[in-house]
């Protein structure tokens, strides 16, 4: 992993303050490709340079999108940040050790760290775009995180194994995942695999679980040849067996 692949998102922040303070948390780690979710217009550029100090660049060559999704299409692996932790929210969140152990051996490819509105974090809907969770261990009586704070904790998390390499490889991004997970379910939907409302569901789980596998362009073009050919071999027998009727 090479903190150039590391992109900070932002979905939706309010603060223009808190944005500055994110600018120099990250230059302070070495990380400089930042993307927000939202209109530049909506920010205070002065304070952002009253806060960013010498690192108000970030500001300036900041991307900016309109959904989350195209936010991180070019991305092999998304974290989305919580403290949350509700039965619908992902059940696997690891902490930033864990997370930045895990990312150590991705070593071609964007990986996005998302953060929420200050006042209501992530979505779920935000979330279930995301290949993994990410929290921050804190006191319960008061387990609420500045914005910069939580960005600051995390990208030191990543610069400190930044610094010791690991023999690494590229994943597929989300965007061919999304595609592989289309012709998996085109495939199930060809043999007749789906019941009326399992289908949506299904399509989640085969995109959650290849995401977080973070397979290689190889590895995800076996696994669809391998649907692709339990697709075939099925209708070939289902026409075998009309043909003996």
């Given at each position: 992993?090479?903190?150039?692949?590391?992109?900070?998102?932002?979905?939706?922040?309010?603060?223009?303050?808190?944005?500055?303070?994110?600018?120099?948390?990250?230059?302070?780690?070495?990380?400089?490709?930042?993307?927000?979710?939202?209109?530049?217009?909506?920010?205070?550029?002065?304070?952002?340079?009253?806060?960013?100090?010498?690192?108000?660049?970030?500001?300036?060559?900041?991307?900016?999108?309109?959904?989350?999704?195209?936010?991180?299409?070019?991305?092999?692996?998304?974290?989305?940040?919580?403290?949350?932790?509700?039965?619908?929210?992902?059940?696997?969140?690891?902490?930033?050790?864990?997370?930045?152990?895990?990312?150590?051996?991705?070593s071609q490819g964007n990986i996005a760290i998302i953060f929420?509105?200050?006042?209501?974090?992530?979505?779920?809907?935000?979330?279930?775009?995301?290949?993994?969770?990410?929290?921050?261990?804190?006191?319960?009586?008061?387990?609420?995180?500045?914005?910069?704070?939580?960005?600051?904790?995390?990208?030191?998390?990543?610069?400190?194994?930044?610094?010791?390499?690991?023999?690494?490889?590229?994943?597929?991004?989300?965007?061919?995942?999304?595609?592989?997970?289309?012709?998996?379910?085109?495939?199930?939907?060809?043999?007749?695999?789906?019941?009326?409302?399992?289908?949506?569901?299904?399509?989640?789980?085969?995109?959650?679980?290849?995401?977080?596998?973070?397979?290689?362009?190889?590895?995800?073009?076996?696994?669809?040849?391998?649907?692709?050919?339990?697709?075939?071999?099925?209708?070939?027998?289902?026409?075998?067996?009309?043909?003996?009727?």
């Open positions: 992993m090479n903190l150039s692949q590391i992109v900070i998102v932002l979905c939706h922040p309010d603060s223009s303050q808190n944005i500055g303070s994110i600018c120099r948390a990250m230059l302070n780690m070495g990380i400089t490709q930042l993307r927000i979710i939202g209109d530049k217009t909506d920010y205070d550029s002065k304070e952002i340079r009253k806060l960013s100090i010498h690192a108000y660049q970030l500001w300036l060559e900041a991307k900016f999108f309109p959904s989350l999704q195209k936010a991180t299409n070019d991305c092999v692996l998304t974290a989305g940040t919580t403290r949350r932790k509700g039965k619908n929210r992902k059940p696997w969140f690891l902490y930033p050790e864990e997370f930045s152990e895990k990312i150590n051996t991705i929420g509105n200050e006042r209501t974090g992530l979505t779920d809907e935000e979330l279930d775009l995301c290949t993994l969770g990410v929290t921050i261990p804190s006191s319960p009586e008061f387990s609420s995180l500045n914005l910069s704070h939580a960005v600051q904790i995390i990208t030191y998390s990543i610069f400190t194994k930044a610094t010791r390499q690991s023999p690494g490889y590229k994943p597929v991004t989300l965007e061919r995942t999304n595609k592989a997970v289309q012709t998996i379910n085109n495939n199930l939907e060809e043999i007749n695999f789906f019941k009326l409302s399992g289908q949506q569901k299904m399509q989640r789980y085969w995109t959650s679980i290849i995401s977080r596998a973070s397979l290689s362009e190889s590895e995800l073009s076996y696994l669809e040849q391998i649907f692709t050919k339990i697709a075939g071999k099925y209708k070939k027998k289902l026409h075998k067996t009309k043909i003996s009727r």
